[in-house]
């Protein structure tokens, strides 16, 4: 191995990326070369159970037989390698290899001529102070010749020190992922959080300046400097630490040429800044990833407790810190004492996914800002919203960060803005709530609930008056009827509405009063039952008909089964049946439905139904929710019923739903009004049904001779029909 030339290594994942090849491909190559005049070079050393193979050799072998999808292979194969001459450790080398890549950054060309007394004196040169890298390139020692020779050709194979850098960073997160698992976010939790301190910079006159005072967000501080947002050159200002973990950080940034400024943070975390700048802290930080929910909450107060009305914050963190119930004594303290400040404008639950190697932790997005002075305590306002089943898309970014925005603005600018995710309330009630705090934000009120409350009014009255009018029947010749059609098939909707007053509370331009299912069955609003488990032999189906109707005479008489397959419509209701005495006799532990009972399922996306009639058998995974008669507290079975066939795909955390409580004294007349709406649907679908089963007939009888039309004369063109000629 010569001292100058260090030999790399590989793993056959590395050749595969080298390649640019699937993992098994590279052991074809193996088996199917061995026996040629090519063969794959062979494993040199083992380590931790795998083999590795030479890199310049590997890199020679794949330019001479033309193997993979790399013409550059030999050249590119320091970029997918590692050194052979390993220091004491893993981080050892690690640190060695990023110091002189930022010595060679700021030199701006190739360390390989210099010895090693140079390579010392000039890393004293470039770093007087030891931010960075002098202390790791002065302890290289007689190794320097080779570790010289090693950066120099990963520079040439990835084309720039920063992508160098970058590629070890990836390449050691790979081999050790517990390294960054707490931390690491994925591409849409760096663009949202990008975006977002961009676009709170953008409110500010000056040039942006972003804070990093809790170590170790680089990940986040170079989407900064590289968003799309950016309309030029960023300035950050980081810890003047001394850990690891804050030198990396500087050297990343140098190899980058972002500017940095140093910050002085006391022990404590306590800290100061002046001027105009926007505050950036991702938590747990690198430096710290075993955080605690107080300790993170604590560098948040640090930021609050320095922060004037000139200085914003954008803060992500897991939500069972900064959203979720439950949290110990001292740390619920904490938040609750932020809330108070004033300064928390906007609290986000995000989706699951974020994190690179924990996909199911969700994350939080806190916005701070300014506190409204002028308003009362009691009336000052948070803007909170659920994104936990939203996909965050470009789109979902730029509406998100929007509303973040227009959260930072006074009462006129929140009113005037239309926030698609968000939801404005009283942060007094989220200090008094024992929810989450983004409980009030689950998407519960559909689309006309978020219509204003005139414009509701006006297409309710309108949609009544509709199906209250006769309907004029239409020939099937004719574009529309005239006035001289005879009508069919009236309907007669029992529905009146009455004026709503303004200062009514139950108005429909107040948001809807909503509890979760979790809130209600504590306060025995709801009562919960869960599916009978039935062998699958013991249901009746009943056979359907040549035209998809049940066959006549064949329907069983057993008691009717619901199970998910009923509620999501894809079998007919009433078509499962089981018998009786074998569901009395086989599962005497089994219950059957009340009346008004919520029939739903959470897979493969929420649903359900109300069993109207009762006495049928519920099959799991299916489930009921039955409204306490004698304490409803606002519940109705249909609204519901709607609510949670309204939610996305997703949400399956069925305790966490929100559901619409009707105002006081309005239970029995819309329960009354629905009423009359099903029994006009239901009697809709039976004349559907009825015209489906006709048209299938017609068409049967006539293509096989069995039936003769005849076209009748009138308005309204009716048809006859004959038996054929020669039928008795």
């Known amino acids: 191995m010569s001292i100058t030339e260090p030999a790399l290594l590989m793993s056959m994942s590395d050749i595969a990326a080298l390649a640019r090849v699937q993992r098994p491909v590279v052991s074809v190559w193996r088996s199917r070369s061995a026996l040629t005049d090519t063969p794959f070079p062979d494993p040199v050393a083992l380590r931790d159970g795998r083999e590795l ?142 975006r977002t301190a961009h676009a709170l910079a953008a409110t ?121 119930s439950g ?62 089943v939203q996909r965050l898309n470009p789109t979902a970014i730029e509406d998100l960060v929007s509303d973040l925005v227009a959260s930072l603005g006074d009462r006129a600018i929140v009113r005037a803005h239309a926030f698609r995710f968000a939801r404005l309330v009283l942060t007094r009630t989220l200090l008094a709530s024992r929810e989450s705090l983004v409980a009030g934000a689950q998407s519960t009120a559909r689309a006309a609930s978020s219509a204003q409350g005139t414009e509701l009014a006006l297409r309710v009255d309108e949609l009544i008056r509709a199906l209250n009018d006769p309907v004029p029947a239409v020939s099937p010749g004719r574009a529309k009827a005239s006035a001289s059609d005879a009508p069919f098939s009236p309907v007669g909707l029992a529905i009146t509405l009455q004026p709503v007053s303004s200062d009514n509370p139950a108005s429909p331009t107040t948001q809807p009063r909503t509890a979760s299912v979790e809130q209600l069955l504590a306060g025995r609003h709801l009562r919960f039952f869960p599916g009978n488990r039935i062998d699958s032999a013991d249901l009746d189906v009943a056979p359907r008909g040549a035209f998809g109707a049940p066959a006549t005479g064949t329907r069983s008489t057993g008691i009717r089964v619901i199970g998910p397959a009923e509620v999501r419509g894809d079998v007919t209701f009433g078509e499962r049946r089981i018998d009786p005495l074998l569901f009395a006799t086989s599962y005497p532990a089994g219950r059957v439905t009340e009346p008004g009972d919520v029939i739903f399922c959470t897979a493969p996306s929420p649903a359900a139904i109300v069993d109207e009639d009762g006495t049928s058998v519920v099959l799991f995974p299916a489930r009921i929710l ?36 009707i105002p006081d004294l309005q239970g029995a007349a819309l329960a009354g009004s629905l009423a009359s709406v099903r029994w006009e649907q239901e009697d809709a679908r039976r004349r559907l049904a009825q015209l489906d089963e006709l048209a299938g007939l017609l068409m049967a009888g006539v293509t096989a001779g069995t039936l003769t039309l005849s076209q009748a004369a009138g308005p309204q063109n009716s048809a006859s029909f004959a038996p054929p000629e020669g039928t008795p």
């Open 53 to 194: 193979f030479d890199a310049d050799a590997v890199g020679a072998w794949l330019s001479d037989t033309g193997h993979g999808n790399n013409s550059q292979a030999s050249a590119d194969a320091a970029a997918y390698a590692i050194l052979a001459n390993q220091t004491p450790t893993e981080a050892d080398t690690f640190r060695t290899v990023t110091a002189l890549l930022a010595l060679r950054s700021v030199i701006g060309g190739p360390l390989g001529m210099l010895t090693g007394p140079d390579l010392v004196d000039a890393a004293d040169e470039h770093d007087p102070d030891d931010d960075a890298f002098f202390r790791e390139i002065e302890a290289i020692g007689a190794a320097s010749a080779g570790l010289v020779g090693y950066v120099d050709a990963l520079v040439e194979a990835t084309y720039g020190e920063a992508e160098a850098f970058e590629r070890l960073r990836a390449d050691r997160s790979k081999r050790e992922p517990q390294v960054a698992s707490d931390t690491t976010l994925n591409d849409e939790g760096l663009d949202l959080i990008a």
């Open 327 to 388: 949290l110990a004594r001292e740390a619920d303290a904490v938040r609750s004492s932020l809330l108070r400040s004033g300064r928390v404008r906007a609290i986000v639950r995000l989706p699951a996914g974020l994190l690179t190697y924990k996909p199911q932790q969700v994350q939080n997005l806190w916005v701070l800002g300014a506190a409204h002075a002028h308003v009362p305590l009691a009336d000052r306002w948070t803007m909170v919203a659920d994104l936990s």
């Open 626 to 661: 039955r409204v306490n008669p004698g304490n409803p507290n606002g519940l109705l079975s249909a609204v519901l019923a709607a609510d949670i066939a309204a939610l996305a795909a997703g949400e399956r955390r069925w305790r966490r739903w929100r559901l619409r409580q």
């Open 204 to 324: 500010q006159p000056s040039e942006p300046v972003f804070v990093d005072a809790t170590g170790g967000a680089s990940d986040v501080l170079l989407a900064i400097a590289r968003s799309e947002s950016a309309s030029g050159d960023v300035t950050v200002l980081t810890a003047n630490d001394d850990s690891d973990t804050a030198r990396m950080v500087r050297r990343r940034l140098l190899v980058h040429r972002i500017a940095r400024d140093g910050l002085e943070v006391q022990p404590s975390g306590a800290f100061s800044v002046t001027g105009r700048v926007v505050h950036v802290a991702r938590l747990p930080s690198a430096a710290e990833p075993r955080m605690s929910a107080a300790g993170m909450l604590s560098a948040i107060e640090q930021i609050v407790l320095q922060m004037d009305d000139n200085q914003l914050a954008v803060v992500l963190a897991p939500s069972a810190v900064l959203s979720d």
